[in-house]
T-cell receptor, first 109, second 116 residues
Framework: GQNIDQPTEMTATEGAIVQINCTYQ??????LFWYQQHAGEAPTFLSY??LDGLEEKGRFSSFLSRSKGYSYLLLKELQMKDSASYLC??????????WGAGTKLIIKP | GAVVSQHPSWVICKSGTSVKIECRSL??????MFWYRQFPKQSLMLMAT?????????EQGVEKDKFLINHASLTLSTLTVTSAHPEDSSFYIC????????????FGPGTRLTVL
């Protein structure tokens, strides 16, 4: 079966750095997405990785290792507004998105 | 990116009634739209793919007679929850694919449905 694993909840301090991991087992791979979802709102796109390596975009970076079935989202200089759920999703061989359950990130002052 | 709206934002209805949710792509013509359902603290679950001018494609386990989808134009798709029951209470979200090769999706703001 297809499976996406990410931690249920993480806590970090304002101004610090946090890494949210995602591991996947899917039938085929056509890329991995990270989305941010604030409570009661729809997800918003953060990043897309299809090749191994690190993609940096401002305070957010996303890393992919296809051989390990592993990705992480790195958030630097955390702000209170970064408190949200972070969803990992993989595009499988049929170009269907397989979603993880999301990681709720709590930022403390 | 595309701007996607949903209406209503939230709805409360009695058990047995039908509820229609609209999804509009405001600045982007969408031949395809996706409908998701999300229960509290759970992942997004794809319900169906809405195709303009043809029948929707439903995911396994989703009752097509209960969740009616109509994609009548390139900017509007509707989801009707027929004979709603309390277990249908959920957050319903539509999305529009970007058309880029990597299938980035633009999500609507979602509709919170509560069935009493």
């Amino acid at each position: 079966g297809q499976n996406i694993d990410q931690p249920t909840e993480m806590t970090a301090t304002e101004g610090a750095i946090v890494q949210i991991n995602c591991t996947y087992q899917t039938s085929g791979f056509n890329g991995l997405f990270w989305y941010q979802q604030h409570a009661g709102e729809a997800p918003t796109f953060l990043s897309y990785n299809v090749l191994d390596g690190l993609e940096e975009k401002g305070r957010f970076s996303s890393f992919l290792s296809r051989s390990k079935g592993y990705s992480y989202l790195l958030l630097k200089e955390l702000q209170m507004k970064d408190s949200a759920s972070y969803l990992c999703a993989v595009l499988d061989s049929n170009y269907q998105l397989i979603w993880g359950a999301g990681t709720k990130l709590i930022i403390k002052p | 990116g595309a701007v996607v709206s949903q209406h209503p934002s939230w709805v409360i209805c009695k058990s047995g009634t039908s509820v229609k949710i609209e999804c509009r792509s405001l600045d982007f013509q969408a031949t395809t739209m996706f409908w998701y359902r999300q229960f509290p603290k759970q992942s997004l679950m794809l319900m169906a793919t809405s195709n303009e001018g043809s029948k929707a494609t439903y995911e396994q386990g989703v009752e097509k007679d209960k969740f009616l989808i109509n994609h009548a134009s390139l900017t509007l798709s509707t989801l009707t929850v027929t004979s709603a029951h309390p277990e249908d209470s959920s957050f319903y979200i539509c999305s529009v694919p970007s058309g880029r090769s990597y299938n980035e999706q633009f999500f609507g703001p979602g509709t919170r449905l509560t069935v009493l």
